[in-house]
C-alpha cells in the first residue's frame, strides 16, 4: 500500500495486532466485573479492524467505522462497571490510530470527542476531577506524540517523492541536454555548410563578373592588335588610333581587376539605355561589328539597378560571343516592356551551325537571368544566325532587394 514493500505493510498490521492479543490476554486473566465473552468480542472486533482498515480508501467509511469502535468501546465501558482499564485501553488505542489513518484536521476533532465522551462516563460513573484530568492529560499527550510521528513521516515521504521528481527531472534535463548538444551540432554543421556554399557563390559571381566584363575587354584588344599589322601598312595615323584604343581598353580591364577585387557592388555606370548605347559605341569602335539599337517599343526607360545590370552583362557576353564565334558582320538588339516585363532580344547574321555548347559564358547569361527573376532562350534565325531572347520582371521580388542591400 502506498508504495510500500509487503513485508513493511504486514508489519504494521501485525505490531497492533499483537499488542491487542497481549493486552486482551492481561484482562483476562484478572478478574473483573466485565463478561470475560464481551471483553474478548470487543477485542476480536479491534483485531478485525486493524486488517481491515487499511483496505479502506474513503475517508467518510473510515471515520463511520471509527465512531462505530468507539460508540462499542462506550458501551463495553458502561457495562464493565467499576473494571474501566480494559475500556480506556481501547479508547487510547482508538485515538492513536485515528491519529495515523484519519486526515489531521479529522483527527483532531475525532481525538476531542473521545476526550469528551470520556469525561462524561467518567463523570456519570464518580470519577474524580484528579482522574478526569489524568485520562485527559494522557490521552492528549500520545494523541501529540503520535500526531508529531504522523508529521514527521509524511514530512519523510513528501522528501521521498519530491527526490524522486527531482531525480526524474534530472534526467530530462540530462536528456533535453544532449538533445540540445546533437542541435548545436547539426547546427554547427549546417553553419559551416552554408558558409561554404556562400563562398562558393561569390566565388561563382566573381568569375562570372570577370569573364563578362574583363573577357569582354580582352577580346577587343586581341581583335585590335590582330588587326594592327594591317594598319600599319596602310595608314600610320589608323594604327596610332589602334594603339590608343588598345591602352584605353587595357586600363578599363585594369579598373574591372580592382572593382571586383575589392568588391565595389555594381557599377553605376550599368544603368538605363546610356550604358547599352555607350557598350555598343566600344563594340562597334573596338570590333568593326556593327550593332543596331532599337528602343522603340520601350514606353519607360528607369529599371530597377538589377535588371539594368543583368540587361548589360547579358548584352556584353552575346556580342563577345558574335565577336568571337558568329563572323557576323551585324547584330541587333530590339529593347520593349509592358507593365510587368522587359523584353531584349539580340541577333546576329552569323554563321549558327544549329547546336550550341554550354560553355561558362552562355551558362553565366542563364545564370543572371534567373537569378533577377527572368528567363533566357536561344534560337536559330533563318537564314542563318542565333537570336537571344530575354524576360526580366520589372518588379524587384523580396530577395534580390537584400542581395542589394549587401
Known amino acids: 500500500m502506498n508504495g510500500q514493500t509487503p513485508a513493511r505493510h504486514y508489519y504494521k498490521k501485525l505490531v497492533p495486532s499483537l499488542i491487542l492479543i497481549l493486552n486482551c490476554i492481561q484482562f483476562l486473566s484478572h478478574p473483573a466485573k466485565a463478561d470475560p465473552i464481551l471483553l474478548a468480542f470487543v477485542f476480536a472486533v479491534y483485531l478485525a479492524f486493524i486488517w481491515i482498515i487499511p483496505y479502506v480508501a474513503s475517508t467518510a467509511v ?24 480494559a475500556a480506556y485501553f481501547l479508547i487510547v488505542f482508538l485515538m492513536i490510530y485515528a491519529a495515523f489513518r484519519l486526515p489531521s484536521r479529522l483527527s483532531l476533532i475525532f481525538t476531542a470527542c ?13 470519577g474524580s476531577l484528579n482522574t478526569i484530568i489524568s485520562n485527559i492529560s494522557i490521552m492528549l499527550g500520545l494523541y501529540v506524540l503520535f500526531s508529531s510521528m504522523r ?78 599589322p594591317y594598319i600599319l601598312k596602310s595608314s600610320k595615323e589608323d594604327s596610332e588610333k589602334v594603339i590608343q584604343n588598345v591602352l584605353s581598353v587595357a586600363r578599363e580591364c585594369l579598373q574591372e581587376v580592382r572593382s571586383v577585387v575589392h568588391q565595389m557592388g555594381r557599377s553605376e555606370s550599368m ?14 569602335e573596338r ?9 522603340a517599343g520601350l514606353s519607360e526607360e528607369s529599371w530597377p539597378p538589377n535588371v539594368s545590370e543583368t540587361i548589360y552583362r547579358i548584352l556584353q557576353e552575346a556580342l563577345t560571343n558574335i565577336i568571337r564565334h558568329a563572323d557576323a558582320s551585324h547584330a541587333a538588339a530590339v529593347i520593349s516592356n509592358d507593365k510587368s516585363h ?8 552569323g554563321q549558327f551551325t544549329g547546336s550550341l555548347t554550354y560553355g561558362f559564358g552562355l551558362t553565366g547569361m542563364k545564370e543572371r537571368a534567373e537569378k533577377a527573376g527572368g528567363s533566357l532562350t536561344f534560337s536559330a534565325v533563318q537564314p542563318s544566325g542565333l537570336k537571344i531572347e530575354l524576360s526580366l520582371p520589372l518588379m524587384t521580388t523580396h530577395k534580390e532587394q537584400k542581395d542589394e542591400q549587401r
Do not use: P
Open 114 to 126: 473521545l476526550i469528551g465522551g470520556n469525561i462524561l462516563l467518567l463523570s456519570s460513573q464518580g
Open 342 to 349: 522587359l523584353y531584349v532580344t539580340i541577333t546576329d547574321d
Open 62 to 85: 473510515s471515520l463511520c467505522i471509527f465512531i462505530g469502535l468507539w460508540l462499542l468501546t462506550d458501551f463495553f465501558w458502561a457495562v464493565s462497571g467499576q473494571e474501566q482499564g
Open 287 to 295: 570590333s568593326g561589328l556593327h550593332v543596331s539599337l532599337d528602343t
Open 151 to 228: 508529521f514527521r513521516r509524511e514530512a519523510r515521504r513528501e522528501a521521498e517523492r519530491n527526490h524522486a521528481e527531482l531525480a526524474k527531472m534530472h534526467v530530462q534535463l540530462e536528456h533535453a541536454h544532449k538533445e540540445l548538444q546533437k542541435a548545436h551540432a547539426e547546427l554547427h554543421e549546417a553553419s559551416v555548410l552554408s558558409l561554404r556554399y556562400a563562398v562558393l557563390e561569390e566565388r561563382t559571381r566573381i568569375a562570372r563578373d570577370i569573364h563578362d566584363s574583363i573577357g569582354h575587354e580582352l577580346t577587343s584588344v586581341i581583335v585590335q592588335l590582330q588587326s594592327l
Open 271 to 284: 544603368v538605363g539605355l546610356t550604358a547599352l548605347r555607350g557598350l555598343i559605341h566600344q563594340v562597334e
